[in-house]
């Protein structure tokens, strides 16, 4: 890295932010829990595997379409251990707090994160708060983590795709950037863009409980769909083909993007899975999570292959093909 | 918001028919320009290169606005965002522009106040939110933007709006294509005319050149249909060796353009020379603010005239602008110069050539 400083690109999610990790994190923290880079650390206490997760939370504005600051710190975090593998239990949560923030405003999140910890049935049994003075930090910010277990034999990794894999998306891309830019901008969407804020642990779960054969599961966040494939593509050293016709976006989202110039392969999900199986298993895989409530929208997606790897190639809508690169710079900060 | 006629123009099956078309005209090695950077895009994201006949080669021209900003103006906005007092107002491709120090992100960093904005409007509310605030604008653009900018200048005037200037660093499109006929070197069978230009200029504008030149030319949308079809009908006119100036886009460009916006910005902006990245000083080919705007002319108001400087040592976007290069042939691709570390702007700008083969190529 040539700067000297932190640029809010090193915060994107994309290329940049996983130079930092790789370079300046990594190097100080190693261990082989770390280096693994899957959305948890999988480890081992006595007999039990468990998966620990943690994630902050500095979302501008703090409400918007469809869920707040709140909900969202509780569904990121449960996310992350669910794509483990695992069955999130206890979760964490810290608070930093900028002075005259409305205690109205704060007993709504807090009132969000409780019946979001329900819904998905999980624990905040911990935290911390800390109040900082005005302008010194904006409105909140929040940091989950959490614990799960992981039941014996699962065995889910950002490095287990295979050649030959489906995969699968659990339903439409890139509506929780556009309903956060669509805030923060002050556009006015003639539509109902919301965000896809929501728990899958239980989706995640349906799966692992099945006899099907499940490799992977990701949730693409920041960075968006495009990133999270290719650090998959990365970790199992595989290339990866996808559909553009296969792609789900709703009309919406796809004209803001369109009008805005945003690639929707980079815009953040906050409520999304994507999922590795054999091809074997992909029907059966794909009906599972269009049972879940959050998964009605899911579409086998494209498959891994053992040409190019470490590269996602996209097949356009006119026959072309062209490649599908991580973020590259930062497309929408703040965004989770 | 949700956008009709996308999916008519990318369609799978008039696309074939169109390359099958192009497949049957026989011609010779083709080197056709797209001058609009958004045409540049659209091409690699919809992977067209891959499906035409390996004869056809495209190539990226000067019409993406951040790409042949000079060296000096980004220096310009470098030295406003350094300024006291200022608020530094700016399209999101400009903000990691390289200048000959720093750029606005690494000033951002620093503690500057550079704000995107997807509006100039947006620029000036931020203006009138702000009155004890300076809030300059960098005004990069084509005929495309400046109607808008002059029609922002005029409402800031009615507004009695104080403390908004602009630093003028817009372009014309048909001097440079002009400019680029008479290099040395360049070598183009025909040019795919931008589409967004085109609804304001009309067909008209680029008349003169195409006559002078006698150059196939083709104005088009920015759908792969309609880039498919103006190439289809480059490749026949050279196969007839019958040149001619065609709109392609008459959905949405006329013979004479849109008036009511030509009439605004020259309401507001006068004809100026000015420097193109790579290319230099081109004639009549810029737009600066009438004497009865100054108040609203940023290097007016804070004395800033930036000297002329050289671009960095070994970029080649200067001659990937005209057609002379493609991004694979400069020594710095990939290797010095990559979107996380640009050295020039055709690797920054979402519309630059370089930033487009680094992503999809």
């Known amino acids: 890295m040539?700067?000297?400083?932190?640029?809010?690109?090193?915060?994107?999610?994309?290329?940049?932010?996983?130079?930092?990790?790789?370079?300046?994190?990594?190097?100080?923290?190693?261990?082989?829990?770390?280096?693994?880079?899957?959305?948890g650390a999988i480890l081992m206490l006595g007999e039990e595997k468990l998966a620990f997760s943690t994630d902050s939370y500095v979302v501008d504005p703090i409400f918007f379409p469809g869920g707040n600051i709140g909900d969202l710190a509780i569904n990121g975090t449960i996310n992350d251990i669910a794509m483990c593998g695992a069955t999130p239990r206890f979760i964490s949560v810290g608070l930093i707090i900028e002075e005259g923030l409305p205690l109205a405003d704060f007993k709504t999140i807090l009132e969000t994160m409780a019946k979001a910890a329900r819904k998905a049935g999980v624990k905040i049994v911990t935290g911390d708060t800390k109040v900082v003075p005005r302008g010194k930090a904006d409105k909140?910010?929040?940091?989950?983590?959490?614990?799960?277990?992981?039941?014996?034999?699962?065995?889910?990794?950002?490095?287990?795709?295979?050649?030959?894999?489906?995969?699968?998306?659990?339903?439409?891309?890139?509506?929780?950037?556009?309903?956060?830019?669509?805030?923060?901008?002050?556009?006015?969407?003639?539509?109902?863009?919301?965000?896809?804020?929501?728990?899958l642990n239980k989706m995640v779960q349906s799966i692992i409980d099945s006899s099907c054969g499940i490799h992977v599961l990701r949730d693409p966040t920041r960075g968006g769909l495009g990133t999270t494939l290719n650090e998959i593509a990365i970790q199992s050293n595989v290339g990866i083909n996808i559909l553009e016709s296969s792609l789900p976006i709703r009309g919406a989202v796809r004209g803001t993007c369109e009008l805005l110039g945003f690639d929707p392969l980079y815009i953040a999900n906050e409520g999304k899975l994507i999922a590795f199986v054999p091809e074997k298993d992909a029907q059966d895989v794909l009906e599972i999570i269009r049972q879940d409530e959050f998964g009605k929208d899911a579409v086998i997606l494209g498959e891994v292959t053992n040409k190019d790897p470490g590269r996602v190639f996209l097949k356009t809508l006119i026959g072309g093909s062209r490649i599908v690169d991580m973020l590259t710079g930062e497309q929408l900060p703040r965004i989770c | 918001m949700s956008l009709k006629y996308i999916d008519e123009y990318r369609d799978s099956d008039l696309a074939k028919m169109l390359v099958k078309k192009i497949q049957s005209?026989?011609?010779?090695?083709?080197?056709?320009?797209?001058?609009?950077?958004?045409?540049?895009?659209s091409i690699f994201k919809h992977g067209i290169r891959t499906i035409l006949p390996k004869e056809i080669t495209l190539l990226s021209g000067p019409g993406c606005p951040v790409c042949v900003t000079a060296q000096k103006d980004v220096?310009?906005?470098?030295?406003?965002?350094?300024?006291?007092?200022?608020?530094?107002?700016?399209?999101?491709?400009?903000?990691?522009?390289?200048?000959?120090?720093?750029?606005?992100?690494?000033?951002?960093?620093?503690?500057?106040?550079?704000r995107i904005v997807y509006s100039v409007f947006d620029a000036v509310d931020i203006a009138k939110q702000n009155p004890d605030k300076e809030v300059v604008f960098c005004a990069v653009g084509f005929e495309t933007t400046i109607p808008t900018l002059a029609a922002t200048i005029l409402s800031a005037r009615e507004d009695g709006v104080k403390n908004f200037t602009i630093y003028s660093a817009n372009k014309l499109t048909p001097p440079a294509l002009a400019a680029l006929m008479e290099t040395k070197g360049v070598q183009i069978d025909g040019f795919i005319l931008p589409g967004h230009v085109s609804v304001i200029t009309g067909t008209n504008a680029y008349r003169g050149t195409f006559e002078k030149y006698n150059i196939p030319s083709v104005i088009t949308g920015f759908e792969p249909i309609d880039i498919l079809k103006a190439i289809l009908i480059l490749v026949q006119q050279n196969a007839t060796g019958l040149p001619a100036l065609v709109n392609a886009y008459p959905r949405a460009v006329s013979e004479n353009g849109n008036l009511k916006a030509k009439t605004i910005m020259n309401q507001v902006f006068k004809l100026c020379d000015a420097s193109w990245r790579g290319i230099g000083q081109i004639p009549t080919s810029g737009m600066e603010l009438k004497k009865e705007f100054a108040a609203f002319d940023a290097a007016k108001k804070f004395n800033m005239d930036m000297p002329e400087v050289s671009e960095p040592a070994g970029c080649a976007c200067g001659e990937i602008l005209m057609g002379l290069k493609t991004p694979k042939a400069c020594k710095l691709?990939?290797?010095?110069?990559?979107?996380?570390?640009?050295?020039?702007?055709?690797?920054?700008?979402?519309e630059g050539s370089c930033a487009a083969f680094y992503r999809y190529s």
């Open chain 2, 333 to 350: 691709y990939k290797k010095k110069c990559t979107p996380m570390t640009p050295v020039g702007p055709c690797m920054v700008s979402s």
């Open chain 1, 2 to 39: 040539t700067n000297d400083k932190i640029l809010l690109d090193h915060g994107s999610g994309g290329k940049i932010s996983h130079s930092m990790f790789s370079e300046l994190i990594l190097p100080v923290f190693n261990n082989p829990e770390l280096a693994k880079q899957d959305d």
């Open chain 2, 75 to 114: 220096d310009a906005f470098v030295e406003f965002a350094r300024q006291n007092n200022v608020i530094l107002t700016t399209f999101g491709d400009l903000i990691k522009v390289p200048g000959s120090g720093s750029s606005l992100a690494k000033e951002k960093a620093e503690g500057a106040d550079v």
């Open chain 2, 25 to 41: 005209v026989n011609c010779k090695d083709l080197r056709l320009m797209e001058v609009c950077g958004t045409h540049t895009m």
């Open chain 1, 140 to 199: 909140i910010f929040i940091n989950t983590s959490g614990i799960g277990v992981i039941a014996p034999g699962v065995n889910v990794s950002g490095s287990n795709a295979r050649p030959g894999d489906k995969i699968i998306v659990s339903g439409t891309i890139a509506d929780h950037g556009i309903a956060v830019l669509g805030t923060r901008e002050g556009l006015k969407f003639d539509s109902d863009i919301k965000t896809d804020s929501a728990p």
